[in-house]
């Protein structure tokens, strides 16, 4: 196995691990994005958002309960000066940037298997029309949205307002992932449309521009 | 700055607000009123050049970061700063002016058309770009920073262009013009572009002077704010480097 790949896993390991045992951000994460699905479909009363209204709400329960679970994975490394020893050892940036976002999109999915049969559930919203079509778009969604995050949650750990300012950053620009996810799955559940078109051509180009920039600039922003 | 360089900027704001009166002669005396719209049509001599200088602003915001990141060199980033700040502003025009319009047009002051929604984004994009810097300490830190956020907010801007299209659309597919109207309105992007040229570089230059400072602090840190006049002779109670 080549040497870039061993220390790759390594670090997902090592992440896997770390939250295997503490148990700090899952939990709390999980918990956060139903109280969102809960108190959004309390507040929408059930009426105004229901089928696929539930894919804005499950989006707005990822955004959230994803900004915390990127901020929790690097507040990991800032203590105890574990980023300041992870850069002296020779692991290049961009593996560390791979490794960072592996970790967050295994959170984010175990996250999302909690989350979205509750939403799911709670704004009944029948997926049996298209229910891999609704599991891709949210999952090309996800990846652009943990591409993003874990290169805002570097910037942010290393400066002095931490709080609010890592969902502050993120928010605009992913609301590209949220707009196109959400009109795709709305003409698939409500209109009979196939997905394709500008809409996955949006997902899929913002993952590919986003995880490459992103890839690019960890070194730059990161900081012991 | 020297008293030739003074004189200069003064005659280059004072002729260009000339040019702005003679454009509002030519809006309001030379161009006849669309037929539909009435009068209200006559904001958009306004809109569109603002809407095109604010995307050549955030463009002059990317180009310099990405220049930043290059060369290393403190002007670049403190161009950056300054032409981002300016498309916020240019595109809280764009936003007033569209929603004035929308309001005469639609009778709704906010409707999430493609147009609004993606000047609504872009606003938001920037003004975080703004927050952003003035949250890091340390200049070299708050310009790797600045930069790193610009390219991924200008990266952001086709995105933001394509997906908003994808929300239903009340604005006008394409607009005929009169042959006035048309000239109108190529000639009113002479004193806007001036006006968002003139703003970024008396920016630059207020950055520039910032960044030359000894310890030099951000140019809206309290202790960069002179008392207000009422305050002017009162050096006790002025903020300084022991009240901070």
């Known amino acids: 196995m080549p040497l870039v790949a061993q220390q790759f896993l390594l670090l997902v390991g090592k992440d896997l691990k770390i939250e295997a045992r503490s148990r700090q951000t899952i939990g709390l994460v999980i918990v956060l994005g139903l109280l969102i699905v809960v108190v959004l479909g309390l507040g929408l009363g059930g009426g105004a958002a229901v089928g696929f209204g539930a894919t804005v709400v499950l989006w707005v329960a990822y955004l959230f309960s994803g900004v915390l679970c990127f901020e929790k994975t690097m507040a990991v490394e800032r203590s105890e000066s574990a980023l300041a020893a992870l850069m002296l050892t020779p692991i290049s940036r961009g593996t560390l940037y791979l490794a960072k976002l592996t970790s967050n999109l295994a959170l984010m999915a175990a996250v999302a298997l909690v989350i979205t049969p509750a939403g799911v559930l709670f704004f009944s919203f029948d997926l049996s029309a298209a229910p891999f079509t609704f599991a891709a778009v949210m999952a090309l969604g996800i990846v652009g949205f943990a591409a993003i995050g874990t290169l805002f949650a570097a910037v942010v750990s290393s400066t002095r307002l931490q709080g609010g300012l890592l969902a502050m950053m993120i928010f605009p620009v992913a609301l590209p992932l949220v707009i196109a996810s959400t009109q795709l799955l709305i003409h698939q559940f409500r209109d009979g449309l196939p997905v394709g078109g500008m809409g996955l051509g949006v997902l899929i180009a913002f993952d590919a521009i986003f995880l490459t920039a992103s890839w690019l600039m960890f070194e730059l922003v990161l900081e012991p | ?244």
């Open chain 2, 1 to 244: 700055m020297s008293g030739t360089q003074s004189k200069l900027v003064r005659s280059f704001w004072i002729a260009l607000a000339l040019l702005f009166a003679a454009d509002m002669v030519l809006i309001f005396r030379y161009t006849p009123d669309e037929r539909s719209m009435g009068s209200i049509q006559k904001i958009f001599y306004l809109h569109l050049p603002v809407a095109i200088n604010t995307f050549l602003a955030c463009l002059i915001a990317f180009v310099a970061s990405i220049a930043y990141l290059w060369q290393r060199k403190g002007w670049w980033d403190d161009l950056a700063a300054a032409a981002a700040r300016v498309a916020v502003q240019l595109c809280a025009v764009v936003l007033a002016t569209g929603m004035v319009w929308g309001r005469a047009a639609w009778g709704v002051w906010w409707t999430w058309s493609p147009r609004l929604t993606f000047s609504l984004v872009l606003f938001l994009l920037y003004v975080v770009y703004l927050v952003v810097r003035s949250s890091v300490e340390g200049r070299e830190r708050r310009a790797i920073i600045g930069s790193v956020y610009a390219i991924i907010a200008f990266l952001d801007v086709p995105l933001v262009w394509l997906s908003a299209r994808l929300l239903p659309d009340i604005h006008p597919g394409s607009v005929q013009l009169e042959p006035a109207m048309k000239l109108t309105l190529a000639a009113s992007f002479v004193p806007v572009t001036l006006l968002a040229a003139g703003l970024v570089f008396s920016r630059f230059v207020l950055n520039r002077t910032a960044s030359a400072a000894p310890n030099s602090v951000p140019a809206n840190h309290p202790k960069n704010v002179p008392n207000p006049p009422f305050l002017a002779g009162a050096k006790a109670i002025r903020l300084t480097d022991g009240a901070l």
